[in-house]
């Protein structure tokens, strides 16, 4: 037995843990054959920490798991460019990782988060508000989240919003919103100066916002409010808010007509016109 190579000794198919097993200690120094046991090793091997990296797990099972430090971001694990202020170019199979509503954070010089509001096959089309753009620069340190709060990520991007049928003159803008899935909500004002002036009409813009869901385009819905606030006066007026084309929502009472400069009251400095929507994209 002694001289007995081995690959020529007898297999063993049902070790048990009190089985013993030839192994070299201190093969640096001076090698010395000892023997230890299979259940000695077993012990050794649970109590080292092993780190799997880009492995696949058949099947798991694991049981009472603890997930440590997760803050709710993936790496996307792949080479984002810039295309515009608004788009991104990825490596072909976005629509299978993306979708709207999700959240990614990147970094060129800062940190910058946004929105994805469209996904293509190769390019991602995001919106940071007036918060962020994407710069003509490397894209580095890139991650994505379909949860609903990673940390870091706004509570609400900030944006001007645009009021159709007023003039601006020395007045204020306004404008908040967040996404959640496919779903932007938006908060808006226009604080009146004493330039500013509103017309016929009066209706908020979705300019710079998602486009609307072809949800809205043969109906008519109710998708928020609109409120009017005379500085005079100690109650504010609410109205109706409904699309009435592809990116204008009209401020509508409940006869169904649209403000106007003297609709609900005559308008002028210090009076302030708010929104509040909501709308699938």
């Given at each position: ?24 200690d201190d093969t640096t120094g001076t090698p010395v054959t000892k023997k230890i046991s299979l259940d000695t090793i077993d012990d050794y091997l649970k109590a080292t920490t092993k780190t799997l990296s880009n492995k696949t797990l058949t ?223």
């Amino acid at each position: 037995m002694a001289d007995t190579k081995i690959n020529d000794l007898v297999a063993l198919t049902t070790p048990v843990l009190a089985d013993v097993v030839a192994i070299v200690d201190d093969t640096t120094g001076t090698p010395v054959t000892k023997k230890i046991s299979l259940d000695t090793i077993d012990d050794y091997l649970k109590a080292t920490t092993k780190t799997l990296s880009n492995k696949t797990l058949t099947s798991p099972v694991i049981t009472t798991p603890t997930v440590q430090n997760y803050d709710g971001w993936q790496d996307a694990n792949e080479t984002w460019a810039y295309a515009s202020a608004s788009t991104i170019t990825i490596p072909a199979g976005g629509a299978a990782k993306y979708a709207k509503g999700d959240k990614i954070k990147l970094t060129q010089t800062t940190v910058k988060y946004f929105y994805v509001v469209g996904v293509a096959d190769t390019v991602l089309t995001v919106t940071g508000g007036s918060d962020y753009t994407v710069a003509n620069a490397a894209i580095t340190l890139n991650y994505y989240s379909h949860v609903s709060s990673p940390i870091g990520f706004p509570k609400v991007f900030n944006f001007t919003p645009t009021f159709i049928f007023t003039t601006l003159g020395n007045g204020t803008l306004t404008g908040q919103f967040y996404i959640d899935n496919n779903e932007i909500h938006v908060s808006a004002s226009f604080l009146l100066g004493s330039t500013s002036a509103v017309a016929a009409g009066l209706s908020f813009s979705t300019t710079g916002l998602p486009t609307q869901s072809s949800l809205y385009t043969s109906r008519i819905y109710s998708i928020g409010r609109g409120t009017g606030k005379d500085a005079g006066a100690p109650f504010a007026v609410g109205c109706d808010m409904q699309f009435v084309d592809s990116t204008r929502i009209r401020f509508v009472d409940s006869s169904g007509a649209a403000w106007s400069n003297v609709v609900p009251f005559t308008w002028a400095e210090g009076d302030t016109l708010m929104c509040r929507l909501s709308y699938n994209f």
